[in-house]
């Protein structure tokens, strides 16, 4: 999987599994680049795409939802900006390299590249430049949302989203070991669906209303 699953979402689901299964080692494996189940370079992978591989099979226990954020010292509201002025704003997007991420090909399509001033090459990154008021950006909701620090500019837009996989090769599918974690780890994700896909009301999840740019 990747750092930003592992940890903001993922660590405290394998740290359940581990205490219901003592008997059962974790090795986890960091990575933006997908690892070849096929060559057993892992046994399980836990990946953000709408495009599994065809050779592998697994389950789909979310989507996760991207929205729009900003610092929320820039936007105390109740009022937040229209559209037209967050499109005047700086912006923060992830790099080229992170074109397979609908949020990138539409911050490129739609806001002017002199407004995007920061391209970090992780989430992380991105996360802490809103949060440090260099511009507003786009953010998988599980994390923009546990931030006290950011507030939600607009609803989380659909065509951002990215599907949450659980993955494993067809040979391993009834390996004991694979089949009990791929069994925990779903349910334990499905129970966070509201996290992952952004379902949350309050205060805090106040929406623009003169309509979003997402």
Known sequence: TNDTLLVDLLTPVFAKFLTQCPDIQLD???????????????????RATDNPPETLIGRKPARIAWAL????????????PSSEDLWQRKWVSLG???????????????VAPE???YKPNTV????????????VGFLPCFI????????????????LSADLWL???PDLRHTPRVRLFLDFA?????????????????SSAREMAGGSPA
């Open 28 to 46: 986890i494996l960091l990575g933006n680049q997908a690892a070849n189940l096929s060559k057993r370079d892992a046994d399980i992978a836990i």
């Open 69 to 80: 954020y900003g610092r929320s010292t820039d936007f105390p509201g109740p009022e937040l």
């Open 96 to 110: 080229e390299q992170f074109t397979m991420l609908s949020a990138v090909r539409y911050l490129a399509r739609h």
């Open 115 to 117: 407004r995007v001033v």
């Open 124 to 135: 992380h990154g991105l996360a802490e430049a809103v949060e440090a008021g260099i511009g």
């Open 144 to 159: 923009g949302d546990a931030r006290p620090g950011l507030t939600r500019l607009a609803p989380p837009d659909p065509d």
């Open 167 to 169: 993955l494993t090769h």
């Open 186 to 202: 779903a349910g334990e994700l499905v129970r966070l669906k509201p996290l992952v896909e952004g379902d949350r009301i309050g």
